[in-house]
């Protein structure tokens, strides 16, 4: 319930530009507002990507924002009350100091995928780039099976500039330095274990209030356009839990020939589904124009495939069953905030260590950890949707 009345507690909310990152922001900003907060969300068109040059030339712009919201302050009731920043818009803390204001970190991702990048160190110097830390000895074991790998698909190839900004921006991303407290949309019992270790680590006060999309509306719009006929789809499907939903987000990019290997793979399966292709996501191609000769005349109503679709309806929809995903974290948050088990297919950065925890800890999902080829795809969406061990998961 909204509170009625003058908002006298004014929050500057900076989110990141990613859409991953901007979404919990503006829920979080929505469930703030409920509850009486006035919110600032000031437009910086300097921080449109990530990169550590870009970021240190937006503290500048960003204090003169502050700077002129101060000025327009004509009584105590007006004042900024505390700055919430997401964890890449790390100027912003810097920012807050200076001012004297108190600043709040917003984390997007889960804790465990956290403290997994917290345990590896960069080295810029040599070729021993990645080197677990001390400090957590007794996570290392889980770390090593495969978190390690975080950020390989980000190294890789680069140049010693490149590891070196890297470098930079993990250490930033690691120090909380004077921030008064860290906020992550993740569940208290989902990430238990993580939780403690995080309390034992920083001596601030942590908040883990998620799922936030299940207290805010969907705001996927934003950025993109929901194809709706995808629900009407959804309903005219016979059995429940029978449709196995792809998407791979909004940042992930795959080759033709990989396009090819999953649709082939889909048809093979004989298994309904649906089908995100975002526009772009492609490389070579606008859109499907490179999907196999045949491929939708094959499948014909068994399988739909749009531009976006309104992914939280999707998996609260009765006749979804499985959602092959790339584990970002709000993916991951949504399918199994709806009991939706997952093919886990991660690209680079926490989705790594996301599909890990699913299929290995939590135990919620399988992974598709080798070459993408239409056989891989076969055997991954039946043994999800068909075979006894997915049954069994669902």
């Not at 399988?303 to 991951?332: D, E, M, R």
């Amino acid at each position: 319930m909204e509170k009625q009345g003058k908002r006298s507690n004014r929050l500057v909310l900076v989110p990141g530009s990613f859409r991953g990152h901007l979404n919990p922001m503006l829920q979080l900003g929505t469930i703030l507002y409920s509850q009486g907060f006035s919110i600032i969300r000031p437009l910086l068109r300097e921080y449109t990507s990530f990169n550590f040059a870009s970021q240190c030339q937006c503290k500048a712009p960003f204090q003169e924002c502050l700077a002129r919201l101060t000025e327009k302050q004509n009584s105590d009731e007006e004042k900024i009350s505390c700055i919430i920043y997401d964890e890449l818009v790390y100027f912003s803390e810097a920012v807050a100091t200076e001012m004297k204001l108190p600043s709040i970190i917003l984390r997007i991702g889960g804790i465990t995928a956290f403290m997994s990048r917290d345990a590896i160190v960069p080295q810029a110097e040599g070729n021993n780039f990645l080197q677990v830390s001390n400090s957590t000895s007794n996570y290392r074991s889980w770390i090593k099976r495969g978190s390690a790998r975080i950020l390989s698909p980000q190294v890789k190839g680069s140049t010693f500039f490149e590891i070196r900004v890297i470098t930079q921006v993990v250490k930033e991303l690691r120090n909380t330095r004077k921030s008064s407290a860290i906020i992550y949309n993740t569940i208290d019992f989902l990430e238990q274990s993580s939780l403690a270790r995080t309390l034992q680590q920083f001596h601030l006060p942590l908040f883990s209030i998620g799922p936030l999309h299940k207290f805010a509306p969907a705001l996927s719009s934003i950025l993109f356009d929901e194809d709706i006929s995808c629900m009407r789809w959804l309903d005219e499907q016979t059995n429940d839990n029978t449709i196995i939903y792809v998407s791979l987000g909004s940042i992930t990019q795959i080759y033709e020939n990989e396009l090819a290997e999953m649709a082939c793979g889909l048809a093979n399966s004989n298994q309904p589904f649906l089908w995100v292709v975002r526009p772009g996501s492609v490389r070579g191609s606008e859109w499907i124009e490179s999907l196999p000769e045949g491929f939708e005349e094959a499948v014909g109503q068994r399988g739909c495939i749009v531009k976006w679709a309104p992914q939280k309806q999707v998996l609260a929809h009765a006749k979804v069953g499985g959602f092959w995903s790339h584990c970002g974290w709000n993916s991951t948050m949504e399918s199994i905030s709806e009991g939706v088990p997952i093919i886990c297919r991660p690209n680079s950065g926490d989705q790594r260590v996301n599909g890990r925890y699913i299929s290995n800890v939590r135990r919620v999902g399988l992974e598709m950890e080798n070459e993408l080829n239409r056989r891989e795809v076969e055997r991954a969406v039946r043994r999800l949707m068909v075979d006894k061990e997915g049954l069994e998961i669902g």
